[in-house]
Every structure is written in structure tokens, then in C-alpha cells.
């Protein structure tokens, strides 16, 4: 487990500390599902509990607000990643006999 546990830290890092134009705070609280302005907070929301919901009626109220698409699409990662290891975390946990909300 331990490669596993070494590439999902590459892999947090590259989300949180790479290169990228969506300011570093913005890009920690949508990884860790916390409080961001509108319309960006309501659209990592989305993406976090509804993905499939996601419209392009989303993205352009973004841009109408500010955001490019490169900010846009690493909101998007850092929700996505930061939901996907939460649930991965959980369910490793389950495995070991543990319960962690």
C-alpha cells in the first residue's frame, strides 16, 4: 500500500502546489470542499455531490464572473480529486474495520 499511499500524495501536491492560475487558497478549499465565494462556491458544489449536473450554463456564469477556463477546469480537478480520495479514504477505512464520516 505504501506505492499507493506515495502516488496519492503526488498526486494531492500536484493539485494543491502545482503550477497553476487559480490562486492556491481557492484551489485548498475546493479540494477540501470548504467556503468559496459564488458563483464559484455553488459550482464546486455541484461538481462535488452532482457532477452529472454540471451544465454549460455553469461554466459561463464563471467566465461572466471572472474566472477563466483554466481556472474553471482546476476548480473542477481540485473538487473532483479532493471528493475522490475522501471517498477512497472512507472506504479503506471500512475495509480495516473502521467507520470515518
Known sequence: MA???????R???????GPGTLDRE????AFR???????????????????????NADVEALRTAGYS???IFEATVCAAVGVGLH?????????R?????
Open 11 to 17: 498526486l494531492r501536491d500536484a493539485v494543491l502546489s
Open 97 to 101: 474495520g473502521g467507520h470515518r464520516p
Open 26 to 29: 481557492l484551489r485548498a478549499a
Open 69 to 71: 477556463e483554466d481556472q
Open 87 to 95: 471517498q477512497l479514504e472512507r472506504g479503506l477505512s471500512a475495509l
Open 33 to 55: 470542499r470548504g467556503s468559496l465565494p459564488d458563483p464559484l462556491g455553488a459550482y464546486v458544489t455541484k461538481v462535488v455531490a452532482h457532477a452529472y449536473q454540471v451544465t
Open 3 to 9: 506505492v499507493a499511499s506515495a502516488a496519492v500524495e
